[in-house]
């Protein structure tokens, strides 16, 4: 079976957590190198964002439990890479 190499996950967030911790915590997860998050609109309580999590065999269910941790939900998953 092939490892997730790259997830691009569309995301409903509270303003708090902040960016860089909100970040900081996916970047915590086994086998992630690199998180990119980028604002695509807000609203007095939410943000929704744009998140790409790149890495080597990323486990999704660790971050849905990250990002619903810290308050957020997947609205949908927009873009997947995996391979060996």
């Given amino acids: 079976m092939?490892?997730?190499k790259m997830l691009e996950l569309d995301v409903?967030?509270?303003h708090e957590p902040i960016?860089?911790?909100?970040a900081e915590e996916l970047t915590n997860i086994a086998h992630v190198t690199e998180v990119n998050i980028h604002?695509?609109?807000m609203d007095?309580?939410?943000?929704?964002?744009?998140i790409t999590i790149l890495g080597n065999d990323i486990e999704y269910e660790d971050v849905c439990n990250i990002i619903e941790k810290n308050g957020g939900?997947?609205?949908s998953v927009d873009k997947v890479s995996a391979g060996n």
């Fill in 2 to 4: 092939g490892k997730i």
């Fill in 12 to 14: 409903l967030k509270p």
């Fill in 19 to 22: 960016l860089p911790y909100f």
């Fill in 39 to 41: 604002v695509t609109d």
């Fill in 44 to 50: 007095v309580e939410t943000q929704k964002i744009k």
């Fill in 73 to 75: 939900s997947i609205h």
